[in-house]
């Protein structure tokens, strides 16, 4: 490579990583737009459960056909992309294999490089078959038409482009290397169990015209590296990067446990305490906002919550799990998750279309993208919960959001009216005078 050429390969370096790092700044910005939650206790179960689930894929080999598939991928994306720090080195300073010197381990790691590729080849055809010709049934629900669908295509199509250059680059580097006497920089480096039967395609050509095919190939392979990279930012792919995070700031409690609204529950306490005096509480700001119960928008869920919704998958485990969405109900929890996120992306362009600053837009996360009939329809058995590959919780969401139709709005189902009416007037669920409960020791 010329000195041109690697001012070239250095601008281009720049504006890829730059602007990979402006994405991952708004995603930040809008994920900082939820309410504080602390998640920093037991650092150990936090570490033990990143390493685990988002390292080693314990939740996905649940299902065992796409478990093993997807270890495949993500070895192969995680392994192939060590050559990338190679290619990086090569193009800022115009070295060629600049590992060789590593000598017999670099044979191996370019060896294995080649064996991942093939096999991250097969893995991505069985995922788009499952996807575009068995159309197994949580790959075509209603939630994922349009975009999300093209999107998870778009990225199948990408791995392959990508594997298919990296082959493509070593075939023609080997064809190069074998020239009688040498040719140019290709040195003896690497073993090839793969592209070595690619490599006859070359034969009948110039010993330039491979050259300028095998530079051709590193070019658009590193800039499809890029764009790739920054495609994560736009497609559920994101979880490539989320999934440490988020599975190290899942919450620990058992399943089944709500966290309570501390203000109701000081409520609470002040009505049963016979000894409280209730005007003696702390006078209230008048100029204060008052706080919410529950969550009519993203801005009022915790930021573990928007974590999760821009770390699904739209893997659908959580809605096939789902007993609301297999008898039919119109609750999906994958699609809570996608709404959350789209919801949360909305925002952030607001805020960015008005420097800095959130103007109000008349829609909400409740009713413009999620209805109260969704969240009705919740069981909340925690499937969902216990579903997700990442630790995603659509419940918490879902729940939240109830919070915000019961407490602020009253908007609860009428049997749920019912219950609380007879909790508040009798004591219990039922509609029983108080002074007839105990009746049943007569009978």
Known sequence: MSYLDNILFAIILAIGFGYFFVSIKK????????????????????WTNMAMIALGQSKMVKRPIAGILHIIVYIGFVIINIELLEIIIDGLFGTHRVFAFLGTTYNVLIASFEILAVLVLVAVFAFWSRRNIIKLKRFVSSDLKGWPKSDANYILYFEVVLMTLFLLMNASDLHLQNVPGGYGHFIKAGSFPVSQFIEPVFNGLSNELVMLLSEGFWWVHIVGILIFMNYLYFSKHLHILLAFPNTYFANLNEQG????????????????????????AAPVDPNAVPSKFGASDVQDLNWVQLLNAYTCTECGRCTSSCPANTTGKKLSPRKIMMDTRDRLEEVGKNIDANKGVFVPDNKSLLNDYITAEELWACTSCNACVEECPVNI????????????????????????NAMMTNIENNGAPWQYNQQDRLNWKNE
């Open 393 to 416: 919780s659509p419940l918490s969401i879902i729940m939240d959001m109830r919070r915000y139709l019961v407490m602020e709005q009253s908007a609860a189902p009428m049997p749920l």
């Open 27 to 46: 995603i930040r910005r809008n994920i900082n737009l939820g309410t504080a939650v602390d998640r920093t206790d037991n650092p150990k179960a936090r």
């Open 257 to 280: 446990k709500f966290d309570n609204l501390q203000s109701v529950t000081n409520e609470v306490k002040l009505m049963m305490d016979p000894n409280a005096d209730p005007f003696a």
